[in-house]
Protein backbone atom coordinates (compact mmCIF):
# COMPACT_ATOMS: atom_id res chain seq x y z
CA UNK A 1 0.00 0.00 0.00
CA UNK A 2 2.63 2.70 0.58
CA UNK A 3 4.62 1.80 -2.67
CA UNK A 4 0.92 2.50 -4.20
CA UNK A 5 0.32 5.56 -2.16
CA UNK A 6 3.83 7.11 -2.94
CA UNK A 7 4.26 6.29 -6.62
CA UNK A 8 0.58 7.96 -7.46
CA UNK A 9 1.97 11.05 -5.19
CA UNK A 10 5.00 11.09 -7.35
CA UNK A 11 2.83 11.08 -10.56
CA UNK A 12 0.52 14.28 -9.26
CA UNK A 13 3.41 16.34 -7.96
CA UNK A 14 5.16 16.35 -10.79
CA UNK A 15 5.57 19.60 -11.91
CA UNK A 16 3.75 19.68 -14.86
CA UNK A 17 0.92 17.45 -13.73
CA UNK A 18 0.49 19.17 -10.62
CA UNK A 19 -0.54 22.36 -12.73
CA UNK A 20 -2.75 20.50 -14.86
CA UNK A 21 -4.57 18.66 -11.96
CA UNK A 22 -5.10 22.57 -10.17
CA UNK A 23 -6.48 23.60 -14.59
CA UNK A 24 -8.78 20.21 -14.20
CA UNK A 25 -9.95 20.83 -11.21
CA UNK A 26 -11.14 24.95 -11.93
CA UNK A 27 -12.31 23.21 -15.27
CA UNK A 28 -14.52 20.52 -13.52
CA UNK A 29 -15.92 22.72 -11.06
CA UNK A 30 -16.99 25.38 -13.89
CA UNK A 31 -18.39 22.83 -15.85
CA UNK A 32 -20.20 21.18 -13.33
CA UNK A 33 -21.69 24.49 -11.51
CA UNK A 34 -23.28 25.24 -15.43
CA UNK A 35 -26.78 24.13 -15.41
CA UNK A 36 -27.18 21.44 -18.23
CA UNK A 37 -23.05 20.47 -18.04
CA UNK A 38 -23.45 16.87 -16.78
CA UNK A 39 -20.58 15.12 -15.04
CA UNK A 40 -20.38 13.49 -18.23
CA UNK A 41 -20.30 15.73 -20.60
CA UNK A 42 -17.47 17.67 -17.85
CA UNK A 43 -15.48 14.75 -18.56
CA UNK A 44 -15.92 14.50 -22.29
CA UNK A 45 -15.23 17.98 -23.07
CA UNK A 46 -11.82 17.65 -20.83
CA UNK A 47 -10.95 14.59 -22.61
CA UNK A 48 -8.98 17.08 -25.73
CA UNK A 49 -6.54 18.30 -23.08
CA UNK A 50 -5.53 14.65 -22.44
CA UNK A 51 -4.32 13.76 -26.57
CA UNK A 52 -1.19 14.93 -25.75
CA UNK A 53 -0.90 12.66 -22.09
CA UNK A 54 0.22 9.30 -21.53
CA UNK A 55 -2.54 7.23 -20.08
CA UNK A 56 -1.49 7.40 -16.52
CA UNK A 57 -1.32 11.34 -16.56
CA UNK A 58 -4.91 11.04 -18.63
CA UNK A 59 -6.25 9.55 -15.93
CA UNK A 60 -5.38 11.69 -13.18
CA UNK A 61 -6.70 14.11 -15.01
CA UNK A 62 -9.84 13.27 -16.05
CA UNK A 63 -10.84 11.86 -12.61
CA UNK A 64 -9.80 15.50 -11.17
CA UNK A 65 -12.13 16.44 -13.37
CA UNK A 66 -15.11 14.24 -12.86
CA UNK A 67 -14.54 15.24 -9.12
CA UNK A 68 -14.67 18.67 -9.29
CA UNK A 69 -17.97 18.96 -11.24
CA UNK A 70 -19.50 16.66 -8.91
CA UNK A 71 -18.82 19.33 -6.51
CA UNK A 72 -19.23 22.52 -8.88
CA UNK A 73 -22.79 21.06 -9.74
CA UNK A 74 -24.02 21.64 -6.16
CA UNK A 75 -23.06 25.57 -6.15
CA UNK A 76 -25.67 26.50 -8.58
CA UNK A 77 -27.93 24.19 -6.91
CA UNK A 78 -27.82 26.22 -2.94
CA UNK A 79 -27.25 29.70 -4.78
CA UNK A 80 -30.29 29.44 -7.98
CA UNK A 81 -32.15 26.25 -6.54
CA UNK A 82 -30.34 25.18 -10.17
CA UNK A 83 -28.73 21.45 -9.69
CA UNK A 84 -25.42 21.65 -12.28
CA UNK A 85 -25.30 18.00 -12.62
CA UNK A 86 -28.83 15.47 -11.54
CA UNK A 87 -26.76 14.34 -8.38
CA UNK A 88 -27.58 17.67 -7.05
CA UNK A 89 -31.29 17.96 -6.77
CA UNK A 90 -31.43 16.63 -3.59
CA UNK A 91 -29.05 19.77 -2.20
CA UNK A 92 -31.71 21.96 -3.34
CA UNK A 93 -34.06 20.97 -0.56
CA UNK A 94 -32.10 22.73 1.76
CA UNK A 95 -28.95 24.60 0.21
CA UNK A 96 -32.02 27.14 -1.75
CA UNK A 97 -33.94 27.66 1.42
CA UNK A 98 -30.47 28.39 3.52
CA UNK A 99 -29.77 31.07 0.57
CA UNK A 100 -32.60 32.22 0.79
CA UNK A 101 -32.39 33.01 4.58
CA UNK A 102 -28.78 35.00 3.73
CA UNK A 103 -27.00 31.69 4.75
CA UNK A 104 -25.51 31.19 1.04
CA UNK A 105 -22.37 31.18 2.35
CA UNK A 106 -22.81 28.78 5.34
CA UNK A 107 -24.53 26.30 2.81
CA UNK A 108 -21.35 26.68 0.48
CA UNK A 109 -19.11 26.35 3.35
CA UNK A 110 -20.85 22.64 4.65
CA UNK A 111 -21.46 21.69 1.02
CA UNK A 112 -17.52 21.85 0.09
CA UNK A 113 -16.10 20.34 3.26
CA UNK A 114 -18.74 17.64 2.96
CA UNK A 115 -18.14 17.09 -0.53
CA UNK A 116 -14.55 16.84 0.27
CA UNK A 117 -14.58 14.19 2.88
CA UNK A 118 -16.92 12.22 0.96
CA UNK A 119 -14.35 12.00 -2.32
CA UNK A 120 -11.44 11.70 -0.11
CA UNK A 121 -13.42 8.89 1.91
CA UNK A 122 -13.74 6.93 -1.84
CA UNK A 123 -10.28 7.28 -2.16
CA UNK A 124 -8.99 5.17 0.36
CA UNK A 125 -11.55 2.47 0.04
CA UNK A 126 -10.84 2.65 -3.49
CA UNK A 127 -6.98 1.82 -2.47
CA UNK A 128 -7.77 -0.63 0.40
CA UNK A 129 -10.86 -2.13 -0.10
CA UNK A 130 -11.10 -2.27 -4.21
CA UNK A 131 -10.64 -6.05 -5.40
CA UNK A 132 -13.12 -7.22 -2.59
CA UNK A 133 -15.74 -4.78 -2.78
CA UNK A 134 -15.77 -5.22 -7.00
CA UNK A 135 -16.02 -8.83 -5.94
CA UNK A 136 -19.22 -8.18 -3.47
CA UNK A 137 -20.81 -5.63 -6.29
CA UNK A 138 -20.75 -8.39 -8.92
CA UNK A 139 -23.15 -10.88 -6.70
CA UNK A 140 -25.45 -8.06 -7.05
CA UNK A 141 -28.15 -8.54 -9.55
CA UNK A 142 -31.31 -7.11 -11.45
CA UNK A 143 -33.05 -7.44 -8.35
CA UNK A 144 -30.91 -6.13 -5.82
CA UNK A 145 -30.24 -3.02 -7.77
CA UNK A 146 -34.16 -2.68 -8.72
CA UNK A 147 -34.62 -3.24 -4.80
CA UNK A 148 -31.99 -0.50 -3.92
CA UNK A 149 -33.57 1.52 -6.58
CA UNK A 150 -36.96 1.47 -4.90
CA UNK A 151 -34.96 2.25 -1.16
CA UNK A 152 -34.12 5.73 -3.24
CA UNK A 153 -38.28 5.69 -4.13
CA UNK A 154 -39.44 5.25 -0.68
CA UNK A 155 -39.21 9.13 0.63
CA UNK A 156 -41.64 10.00 -1.37
CA UNK A 157 -43.81 9.58 1.96
CA UNK A 158 -41.79 11.85 3.82
CA UNK A 159 -41.35 14.22 1.53
CA UNK A 160 -44.45 15.92 3.01
CA UNK A 161 -45.65 14.63 5.69
CA UNK A 162 -49.04 16.80 5.90
CA UNK A 163 -49.82 16.32 2.22
CA UNK A 164 -48.79 12.40 1.85
CA UNK A 165 -51.61 11.96 -0.96
CA UNK A 166 -50.63 14.52 -3.38
CA UNK A 167 -46.84 13.71 -2.59
CA UNK A 168 -47.43 9.99 -3.53
CA UNK A 169 -49.89 11.52 -6.73
CA UNK A 170 -46.78 13.45 -7.69
CA UNK A 171 -44.25 10.68 -7.51
CA UNK A 172 -46.38 8.65 -9.59
CA UNK A 173 -47.23 11.17 -12.15
CA UNK A 174 -43.07 10.77 -12.18
CA UNK A 175 -42.69 7.23 -12.80
CA UNK A 176 -45.52 7.63 -15.86
CA UNK A 177 -43.32 10.13 -17.27
CA UNK A 178 -40.16 7.65 -17.00
CA UNK A 179 -42.14 5.29 -18.69
CA UNK A 180 -42.35 7.28 -22.13
CA UNK A 181 -39.75 6.30 -24.76
CA UNK A 182 -38.45 3.07 -25.83
CA UNK A 183 -39.56 -0.14 -23.63
CA UNK A 184 -35.83 -1.24 -21.85
CA UNK A 185 -36.02 -4.92 -22.75
CA UNK A 186 -38.32 -4.91 -26.33
CA UNK A 187 -37.76 -1.70 -27.98
CA UNK A 188 -41.50 -1.04 -28.50
CA UNK A 189 -42.05 3.21 -28.46
CA UNK A 190 -44.07 3.77 -25.45
CA UNK A 191 -46.25 7.14 -25.09
CA UNK A 192 -44.45 8.85 -27.64
CA UNK A 193 -47.59 10.25 -29.70
CA UNK A 194 -45.76 9.64 -32.87
CA UNK A 195 -43.01 11.97 -32.52
CA UNK A 196 -39.86 10.56 -33.08
CA UNK A 197 -38.11 13.18 -30.02
CA UNK A 198 -39.97 11.23 -27.40
CA UNK A 199 -38.25 7.68 -28.59
CA UNK A 200 -35.45 8.40 -26.35
CA UNK A 201 -37.61 9.35 -23.22
CA UNK A 202 -37.31 12.08 -20.89
CA UNK A 203 -34.25 13.99 -20.63
CA UNK A 204 -33.86 14.84 -17.02
CA UNK A 205 -31.65 17.56 -16.97
CA UNK A 206 -34.00 20.24 -19.31
CA UNK A 207 -36.84 18.60 -16.94
CA UNK A 208 -34.84 19.05 -14.00
CA UNK A 209 -33.78 22.82 -14.96
CA UNK A 210 -37.44 23.91 -16.24
CA UNK A 211 -38.94 21.96 -12.41
CA UNK A 212 -36.03 24.31 -10.28
CA UNK A 213 -35.38 26.87 -12.80
CA UNK A 214 -37.74 28.52 -14.40
CA UNK A 215 -40.53 27.47 -12.08
CA UNK A 216 -38.60 29.11 -9.39
CA UNK A 217 -38.76 32.42 -11.35
CA UNK A 218 -42.44 32.32 -12.13
CA UNK A 219 -42.87 32.21 -8.34
CA UNK A 220 -40.45 34.98 -7.69
CA UNK A 221 -42.50 37.25 -10.46
CA UNK A 222 -45.82 36.41 -8.95
CA UNK A 223 -44.60 38.18 -5.95
CA UNK A 224 -44.12 41.90 -7.31
CA UNK A 225 -43.24 43.29 -3.41
CA UNK A 226 -40.54 40.38 -3.74
CA UNK A 227 -38.77 40.94 -6.52
CA UNK A 228 -35.14 41.71 -4.68
CA UNK A 229 -32.27 39.27 -4.89
CA UNK A 230 -31.49 37.27 -1.83
CA UNK A 231 -28.34 38.99 -1.19
CA UNK A 232 -30.14 42.24 -0.34
CA UNK A 233 -31.41 40.72 2.78
CA UNK A 234 -27.80 39.84 3.80
CA UNK A 235 -24.09 40.20 3.03
CA UNK A 236 -23.35 36.41 2.26
CA UNK A 237 -19.51 35.42 2.01
CA UNK A 238 -18.39 32.27 1.58
CA UNK A 239 -17.76 31.19 4.84
CA UNK A 240 -16.33 27.22 6.48
CA UNK A 241 -18.86 25.65 9.03
CA UNK A 242 -17.67 25.65 12.27
CA UNK A 243 -16.33 22.48 14.38
CA UNK A 244 -19.58 22.79 16.50
CA UNK A 245 -21.53 22.64 13.19
CA UNK A 246 -19.03 20.04 11.99
CA UNK A 247 -19.67 17.65 14.96
CA UNK A 248 -23.11 17.73 14.50
CA UNK A 249 -23.22 16.08 11.23
CA UNK A 250 -20.63 14.12 11.68
CA UNK A 251 -22.51 10.75 11.60
CA UNK A 252 -24.48 11.95 8.69
CA UNK A 253 -20.91 12.58 6.80
CA UNK A 254 -19.53 9.02 8.27
CA UNK A 255 -23.24 7.29 7.09
CA UNK A 256 -23.36 8.68 3.44
CA UNK A 257 -19.61 8.51 2.82
CA UNK A 258 -19.99 4.88 3.34
CA UNK A 259 -23.42 4.03 1.52
CA UNK A 260 -22.27 6.87 -1.20
CA UNK A 261 -19.10 4.62 -1.78
CA UNK A 262 -21.03 1.43 -1.93
CA UNK A 263 -23.54 2.99 -4.13
CA UNK A 264 -20.96 4.19 -6.67
CA UNK A 265 -19.30 0.62 -6.65
CA UNK A 266 -22.08 -1.25 -7.98
CA UNK A 267 -22.16 -1.00 -12.22
CA UNK A 268 -24.88 1.52 -13.04
CA UNK A 269 -25.76 2.75 -9.84
CA UNK A 270 -24.39 5.83 -10.17
CA UNK A 271 -23.60 9.55 -8.16
CA UNK A 272 -27.62 10.40 -8.63
CA UNK A 273 -28.83 7.69 -6.57
CA UNK A 274 -26.44 7.94 -3.87
CA UNK A 275 -27.30 11.58 -3.58
CA UNK A 276 -30.80 10.71 -3.21
CA UNK A 277 -30.63 7.53 -1.12
CA UNK A 278 -28.50 9.57 1.29
CA UNK A 279 -30.99 12.11 1.73
CA UNK A 280 -34.15 9.48 2.21
CA UNK A 281 -31.72 8.00 4.73
CA UNK A 282 -30.74 10.67 6.92
CA UNK A 283 -34.30 12.17 6.77
CA UNK A 284 -35.58 8.45 8.13
CA UNK A 285 -33.17 8.63 11.25
CA UNK A 286 -33.23 12.27 11.96
CA UNK A 287 -34.50 13.53 15.17
CA UNK A 288 -35.96 16.04 13.19
CA UNK A 289 -37.65 14.83 9.98
CA UNK A 290 -39.97 17.44 9.36
CA UNK A 291 -37.06 20.15 9.56
CA UNK A 292 -36.06 18.81 6.24
CA UNK A 293 -36.27 21.05 3.09
CA UNK A 294 -36.63 23.62 5.54
CA UNK A 295 -32.39 24.78 5.23
CA UNK A 296 -30.49 22.44 7.32
CA UNK A 297 -26.82 21.77 7.11
CA UNK A 298 -28.06 17.67 7.28
CA UNK A 299 -29.66 17.92 4.52
CA UNK A 300 -26.45 19.49 2.21
CA UNK A 301 -24.43 16.96 4.01
CA UNK A 302 -26.10 14.21 3.24
CA UNK A 303 -26.31 14.24 -0.72
CA UNK A 304 -23.21 16.08 -1.40
CA UNK A 305 -20.81 13.53 1.02
CA UNK A 306 -22.70 10.88 -1.11
CA UNK A 307 -22.47 11.54 -4.46
CA UNK A 308 -18.99 12.53 -4.09
CA UNK A 309 -18.14 9.33 -2.50
CA UNK A 310 -20.10 7.74 -5.40
CA UNK A 311 -17.43 9.55 -7.68
CA UNK A 312 -14.73 7.79 -6.10
CA UNK A 313 -16.77 4.44 -5.92
CA UNK A 314 -17.72 4.09 -9.69
CA UNK A 315 -13.86 4.02 -10.13
CA UNK A 316 -13.52 0.81 -8.51
CA UNK A 317 -15.43 -1.60 -11.03
CA UNK A 318 -13.61 0.25 -13.90
CA UNK A 319 -9.87 -0.83 -12.06
CA UNK A 320 -10.52 -3.83 -11.11
CA UNK A 321 -12.35 -5.32 -13.70
CA UNK A 322 -12.33 -2.88 -16.99
CA UNK A 323 -16.79 -2.28 -15.95
CA UNK A 324 -17.59 1.60 -15.87
CA UNK A 325 -19.67 2.32 -12.43
CA UNK A 326 -21.38 5.16 -14.61
CA UNK A 327 -21.59 6.96 -17.60
CA UNK A 328 -18.50 9.47 -16.76
CA UNK A 329 -16.21 6.17 -16.06
CA UNK A 330 -17.55 4.60 -19.11
CA UNK A 331 -16.02 8.26 -20.87
CA UNK A 332 -12.57 7.34 -19.09
CA UNK A 333 -12.69 3.98 -20.15
CA UNK A 334 -12.98 4.65 -23.97
CA UNK A 335 -9.99 7.65 -23.66
CA UNK A 336 -7.62 5.03 -21.72
CA UNK A 337 -8.65 2.33 -24.94
CA UNK A 338 -7.99 4.61 -27.47
CA UNK A 339 -4.53 5.14 -25.76
CA UNK A 340 -4.19 1.15 -25.90
CA UNK A 341 -4.46 0.22 -22.51
CA UNK A 342 -6.36 -2.96 -21.76
CA UNK A 343 -8.78 -2.70 -18.99
CA UNK A 344 -9.93 -5.38 -17.02
CA UNK A 345 -8.92 -8.14 -14.21
CA UNK A 346 -5.21 -7.89 -15.19
CA UNK A 347 -4.74 -4.09 -15.40
CA UNK A 348 -3.73 -3.55 -12.32
CA UNK A 349 -1.72 -6.44 -11.61
CA UNK A 350 0.48 -5.75 -14.26
CA UNK A 351 0.26 -1.84 -14.26
CA UNK A 352 -1.10 -1.00 -10.30
CA UNK A 353 0.33 2.41 -11.35
CA UNK A 354 -3.29 3.16 -12.61
CA UNK A 355 -4.70 2.52 -9.33
CA UNK A 356 -2.08 4.75 -7.59
CA UNK A 357 -2.58 7.86 -10.38
CA UNK A 358 -6.17 7.62 -9.42
CA UNK A 359 -5.73 7.25 -5.91
CA UNK A 360 -3.53 10.29 -5.55
CA UNK A 361 -5.86 11.85 -8.17
CA UNK A 362 -8.68 11.87 -6.20
CA UNK A 363 -6.87 12.88 -2.80
CA UNK A 364 -4.87 15.56 -4.02
CA UNK A 365 -7.79 17.03 -6.31
CA UNK A 366 -10.39 16.98 -3.24
CA UNK A 367 -8.25 18.99 -1.43
CA UNK A 368 -7.68 21.46 -4.53
CA UNK A 369 -11.43 21.69 -5.24
CA UNK A 370 -12.56 23.25 -1.76
CA UNK A 371 -9.81 26.55 -2.38
CA UNK A 372 -11.24 26.11 -6.23
CA UNK A 373 -14.57 26.37 -5.38
CA UNK A 374 -14.27 29.30 -2.76
CA UNK A 375 -12.66 31.42 -5.24
CA UNK A 376 -15.70 30.38 -7.75
CA UNK A 377 -18.42 30.47 -5.21
CA UNK A 378 -17.47 34.31 -4.53
CA UNK A 379 -18.29 35.03 -8.05
CA UNK A 380 -21.74 33.16 -8.23
CA UNK A 381 -22.24 34.67 -4.50
CA UNK A 382 -21.66 38.39 -5.81
CA UNK A 383 -24.33 37.65 -9.05
CA UNK A 384 -27.35 37.40 -6.17
CA UNK A 385 -26.75 40.96 -5.38
CA UNK A 386 -28.45 41.89 -9.07
CA UNK A 387 -31.87 42.81 -8.57
CA UNK A 388 -34.11 40.27 -8.93
CA UNK A 389 -35.56 41.81 -12.06
CA UNK A 390 -32.21 41.39 -14.38
CA UNK A 391 -30.79 38.30 -12.44
CA UNK A 392 -34.46 36.44 -13.16
CA UNK A 393 -34.21 36.91 -16.84
CA UNK A 394 -30.33 35.88 -16.73
CA UNK A 395 -31.35 32.83 -14.61
CA UNK A 396 -34.00 31.91 -17.42
CA UNK A 397 -31.29 32.43 -20.21
CA UNK A 398 -28.82 30.33 -18.42
CA UNK A 399 -31.16 27.90 -18.02
CA UNK A 400 -31.96 27.83 -21.91
CA UNK A 401 -28.55 27.65 -22.67
CA UNK A 402 -27.76 24.55 -20.33
CA UNK A 403 -31.23 22.77 -22.19
CA UNK A 404 -30.14 23.07 -25.61
CA UNK A 405 -26.83 22.11 -24.72
CA UNK A 406 -27.60 18.62 -23.34
CA UNK A 407 -28.31 17.31 -27.38
CA UNK A 408 -27.86 21.24 -28.79
CA UNK A 409 -31.48 20.83 -30.15
CA UNK A 410 -34.53 22.87 -29.83
CA UNK A 411 -36.92 20.40 -28.43
CA UNK A 412 -34.85 19.89 -25.06
CA UNK A 413 -35.54 24.09 -25.01
CA UNK A 414 -39.23 22.99 -25.01
CA UNK A 415 -39.39 20.76 -23.31
CA UNK A 416 -37.69 22.92 -20.29
CA UNK A 417 -40.04 25.61 -20.91
CA UNK A 418 -43.17 22.96 -20.51
CA UNK A 419 -41.51 21.58 -17.56
CA UNK A 420 -41.52 25.10 -16.03
CA UNK A 421 -44.86 26.07 -16.85
CA UNK A 422 -46.28 22.03 -15.29
CA UNK A 423 -43.68 22.75 -12.56
CA UNK A 424 -45.57 26.07 -11.89
CA UNK A 425 -48.89 25.06 -11.76
CA UNK A 426 -48.13 21.52 -10.30
CA UNK A 427 -46.59 24.02 -7.16
CA UNK A 428 -49.64 26.40 -7.38
CA UNK A 429 -52.01 23.12 -6.77
CA UNK A 430 -49.80 22.17 -4.06
CA UNK A 431 -48.17 18.92 -5.27
CA UNK A 432 -44.99 18.39 -4.45
CA UNK A 433 -42.41 19.13 -7.65
CA UNK A 434 -39.53 17.07 -6.00
CA UNK A 435 -41.53 13.93 -5.75
CA UNK A 436 -42.02 14.16 -9.41
CA UNK A 437 -38.25 14.26 -10.04
CA UNK A 438 -37.58 11.82 -8.13
CA UNK A 439 -40.20 9.29 -9.53
CA UNK A 440 -38.71 10.87 -13.19
CA UNK A 441 -35.10 9.87 -12.16
CA UNK A 442 -35.85 6.51 -10.43
CA UNK A 443 -38.36 5.31 -12.56
CA UNK A 444 -36.10 4.12 -15.54
CA UNK A 445 -33.54 2.45 -13.49
CA UNK A 446 -36.47 0.75 -11.38
CA UNK A 447 -38.16 -0.43 -14.02
CA UNK A 448 -36.07 -1.79 -16.50
CA UNK A 449 -33.65 -3.53 -13.29
CA UNK A 450 -37.18 -4.88 -12.51
CA UNK A 451 -38.11 -6.44 -15.83
CA UNK A 452 -34.48 -7.77 -16.16
CA UNK A 453 -35.46 -9.44 -12.79
CA UNK A 454 -38.60 -11.22 -13.76
CA UNK A 455 -36.84 -11.97 -16.59
CA UNK A 456 -34.00 -14.16 -15.41
CA UNK A 457 -36.01 -15.35 -13.05
CA UNK A 458 -38.18 -18.87 -13.15
CA UNK A 459 -41.05 -19.64 -12.50
CA UNK A 460 -44.63 -20.25 -14.34
CA UNK A 461 -46.86 -17.87 -12.81
CA UNK A 462 -46.45 -13.92 -11.45
CA UNK A 463 -46.88 -15.04 -8.17
CA UNK A 464 -44.19 -17.60 -8.04
CA UNK A 465 -41.65 -15.40 -10.17
CA UNK A 466 -42.41 -12.75 -7.48
CA UNK A 467 -41.48 -14.89 -4.57
CA UNK A 468 -38.39 -15.94 -6.56
CA UNK A 469 -37.07 -12.61 -6.74
CA UNK A 470 -38.11 -11.77 -3.20
CA UNK A 471 -36.46 -15.05 -1.64
CA UNK A 472 -32.84 -13.38 -2.48
CA UNK A 473 -31.60 -12.75 0.57
CA UNK A 474 -30.15 -9.09 0.29
CA UNK A 475 -33.37 -8.37 -2.14
CA UNK A 476 -35.35 -9.26 0.16
CA UNK A 477 -33.99 -7.58 3.65
CA UNK A 478 -34.13 -4.45 1.38
CA UNK A 479 -37.41 -4.56 0.33
CA UNK A 480 -38.73 -4.82 3.86
CA UNK A 481 -36.74 -2.02 4.97
CA UNK A 482 -38.31 -0.30 2.08
CA UNK A 483 -42.04 -0.86 3.03
CA UNK A 484 -40.76 -0.14 6.66
CA UNK A 485 -39.95 3.31 5.59
CA UNK A 486 -42.76 3.75 2.67
CA UNK A 487 -45.56 2.72 5.67
CA UNK A 488 -43.98 4.16 8.96
CA UNK A 489 -45.21 8.06 8.02
CA UNK A 490 -48.89 6.71 7.40
CA UNK A 491 -48.89 4.22 10.35
CA UNK A 492 -47.23 6.61 12.92
CA UNK A 493 -50.30 8.79 13.17
CA UNK A 494 -52.97 6.01 13.29
CA UNK A 495 -50.68 4.18 15.81
CA UNK A 496 -51.11 7.69 17.19
CA UNK A 497 -54.69 8.17 17.37
CA UNK A 498 -55.62 4.72 18.64
CA UNK A 499 -52.86 5.22 21.81
CA UNK A 500 -55.07 8.30 22.47
CA UNK A 501 -58.31 6.53 21.99
CA UNK A 502 -57.19 3.89 24.54
CA UNK A 503 -56.35 6.48 26.92
CA UNK A 504 -59.57 8.28 27.00
CA UNK A 505 -60.99 4.85 27.07
CA UNK A 506 -59.39 4.02 30.11
Known amino acids: MFELLTSGLAVVFQ ?44 IAFLVATYCASITGGGMTAIL ?19 AQRGEAGKALGIQLICSAIGGMFAAFCMLLLSPQLTQAALSFGPA ?20 ICRTIISGLLGLLLACIGLDPLLGVPRMTFGTRFLTSGIEMIPVMIGFFAVTEVLKQTQKRSELKAVGEVAQMKTEMPSLKELLSVKWTIARCAILGTVIGILPGAGATIAAFLCYSTEQKLSKYPEKFGTGIIDGIAAPETGNNAASGGSMVPLLSLGIPGGNAAAIMMSALVLKGVTMGPLLLVNQPQFLSATFASMLVSNVIMVFAAIIIARVFVQVLKIPYSILGPTIIMMATIGAYATKNTAVDVKLMAIAGLVGFVVVTCKFNSSALILGLVLGVICESNLRRAYTIADGDTLMQVTLNILSRP ?33
Open 144 to 163: ELFAISFMGLSILTSLETDN
Open 80 to 98: FKIPGVPSSAPTTYDGYPM
Open 15 to 58: PVMFILLIFAVFLGTLFGALPGVSATMAVTLAIPFTYKMDAVNA
Open 474 to 506: VTGVIMIVCLIVLLNPVLKPLLGKLKKSDKATV
